[in-house]
């Protein structure tokens, strides 16, 4: 371990779980996520020293249950940690039990801190009473440096335990208590980044009028999840480079602009950017998100549904948009479009290049041919599985991104193409995907789409949804195919600034979260087909092989 400079989330973590054990908590259930790391890797350093039991749970709901199953015999809460967004609200089914049967649990939620409450960063929503008719006690911790957690674990305690209790609640009768627990960056001890301190409030377009895009300031359109063709658009009429994340669906066009995470990190482009257009959500990179905190940036954010944006304390939100009549800026154009057409990779890396094709000389043409047949047999990487499942794909499809890391390779790889794109990037939840894309299925299978639903997602997404395996006998058979990058765990996570600091066997277990689940032997139990697939040319094979039904295609991934 290094050595490694304080973070006040970890150090009030650490006391919380101290307290909590002071006032007899035994035993702790974790849930993996990144907002809750300090609680988490508190928690295990507490476990090896032997002063508390953690039981690591990947899906929420289940850790939400098997805190209460400890509770329930042990009449002692046990706590729950999550990370914050939609994981959070998979304990509210535990919550409503504990409740009705005056069982005492702790709901430990980790939470962005205020400030980026309601303004549409990612995975940040309203937590704070989330659980409300069902809690016996709910607060509210300020962010660690602002204040203290000092005397929260022992309300908590008492309340579950029933005394304290809530006017809703009957004196003396166990339940459960939610302590909704934000925090900063350095998230842990050792590493971080600062978030900005963002305040005030957007000044409102007014509706109906379009606000009008002048000439003149150096412009970028932004298209984030669910951003729609207006982006496309909105670029095309401006003649504006366009950052489209994958699941935007407005990858697409002349105006496009590939690797545009160099290019935003680049003084000469990123760095005098004057105004970025906003549609839709886009969370998938940092440097976009830095790009719409800036405030030597005008941010307009053309609004459609979901929730307001506003990073940069700045932003105008607009309903529509016009752009002015006048000349392009061909220079502006032409400087991101140099950069982007240099930023194409090849994928096909080992595929002849155009010398080694007009070549009569045969050696050299078969060189090229085993190097090709060498690219097909390769084994399967994050960026070779996104390629060839982008590839396959067409407008009478439907493509559903999982959260993680497939769904950041593919944005960061994948070239301009025109398909339906989908994606839960309102709280970038990894519970629900297969579910969600059973729905896109039954619905554009419905309308007459002759595609397929395909989704590709990593492993604990897969699991945490393996419920929507189950398909009732009468029901309407989707056509839909998963594809599951298997890598064995999250191992996003193992791209946590505390990765380097923390013990390794901590964050395997309590992030990485390691299985050797068997993937076909679900398949097979809920009835989908099943194939694993390990080269390029057996995945091309199967996402160009017609699907009739429910498949599944396990992608085995290196760590
Ligand atoms: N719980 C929910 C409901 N949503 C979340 N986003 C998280 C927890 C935190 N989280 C983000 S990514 C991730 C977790 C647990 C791991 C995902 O692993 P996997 O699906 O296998 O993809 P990989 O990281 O391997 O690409």
């Not at 035993?27 to 090896?48: H, M, N, Y």
């Not at 039990?97 to 940040?124: I, K």
């Not at 060189?367 to 047999?377: F, H, T, W």
Request: charged share 20%.
């Amino acid at each position: 371990m290094t050595a490694s400079p304080a973070s006040p989330a970890s150090d009030a973590a650490a006391s919380l779980l101290a307290e909590l054990i002071a006032h007899g908590i035994r035993d702790i259930v974790i849930a993996p996520g990144s907002r809750s790391q300090a609680l988490a890797l508190a928690a295990t350093r507490l476990a090896r020293q032997g002063a508390m039991r953690v039981h690591v749970r990947i899906d929420e709901r289940v850790a939400g249950f098997t805190a209460l199953g400890l509770s329930r015999e042990t009449r002692v809460p046990a706590a729950v940690i999550c990370t914050s967004g939609t994981a959070a609200a998979n304990l509210l089914p535990a919550a409503m039990e504990a409740f009705h049967s005056g069982v005492p649990l702790l709901l430990l939620t980790a939470d962005r801190p205020p400030e980026l409450r309601g303004v549409g960063a990612n995975q940040a929503t309203i937590q704070p009473g989330l659980f409300d008719p069902f809690v016996r006690l709910s607060l509210d911790a300020p962010v660690p440096g602002d204040g203290s957690w000092d005397g929260l674990a022992e309300k908590a305690v008492a309340a579950a335990m029933g005394a304290d209790a809530a006017p809703s609640a009957l004196p003396g009768v166990a339940g459960p208590v939610h302590l909704n627990l934000p925090s900063r960056e350095p998230l842990s001890a050792g590493h971080g980044e600062e978030s900005p301190v963002i305040q005030g409030s957007a000044p409102k377009g007014e509706p109906g009028e379009p606000f009008l895009l002048t000439r003149g300031l150096r412009t970028v359109v932004i298209a984030g999840a669910d951003a729609g063709a207006l982006a496309e658009e909105i670029a095309h009429a401006g003649t504006w480079p366009l950052i489209a994340e994958i699941v935007s669906g407005a990858r697409y066009g002349r105006y496009i602009v590939h690797g545009y995470r160099e290019m935003l990190r680049d003084d000469i482009l990123g760095g005098r950017i004057q105004r970025a257009v906003v549609l839709g959500h886009p969370t998938l990179s940092r440097e976009v998100t830095a790009l719409l905190r800036r405030d030597d940036v005008q941010v307009v954010a053309v609004r459609s549904g979901g929730e307001e944006l506003n990073l940069n304390g700045r932003t105008v939100a607009v309903a529509s948009v016009t752009v002015a009549p006048g000349e392009a800026d061909r220079f502006w154009m032409g400087a991101w479009m140099e950069a982007s057409a240099a930023s194409v990779v090849d994928l096909s890396e080992a595929a002849p290049d155009q010398e080694g094709l007009a070549s009569t000389d045969f050696a050299e043409r078969r060189d090229a041919v085993r190097a090709e047949l060498e690219a097909v047999r390769r084994p399967l990487d994050r960026e070779l599985l996104v390629d060839a499942v982008w590839r396959a794909t067409w407008p009478h499809d439907r493509l559903m991104f999982g959260s993680s890391r497939l769904v950041r390779v593919a944005d960061a790889v994948l070239g301009g193409k025109k398909v339906p794109v989908h994606s839960n990037r309102g709280l970038a939840g990894i519970d629900g995907t297969i579910s969600t894309a059973m729905g896109i299925a039954l619905a554009s299978q419905a309308e007459g789409a002759a595609g397929v639903t395909r989704v590709l997602l990593g492993d604990l997404a897969f699991l945490h949804d393996v419920g929507a395996l189950l398909l009732p006998p009468d029901e309407q058979e989707p056509r839909i195919q998963v594809v599951v990058g298997n890598d064995g765990g999250g191992t996003i996570f193992d791209s946590l600034e505390v990765a380097s600091s923390a013990p390794r066997e901590d964050l395997d277990r309590a992030f990485y979260t390691p299985h050797t689940t068997r993937l076909e032997q679900l398949a097979l139990a809920y009835g989908w087909t099943y194939q694993r697939i390990t080269t390029r040319a057996a995945l091309d094979q199967a996402l160009t092989t017609p699907v009739g039904g429910r498949q599944l295609i396990e992608v085995p991934l290196p760590r």
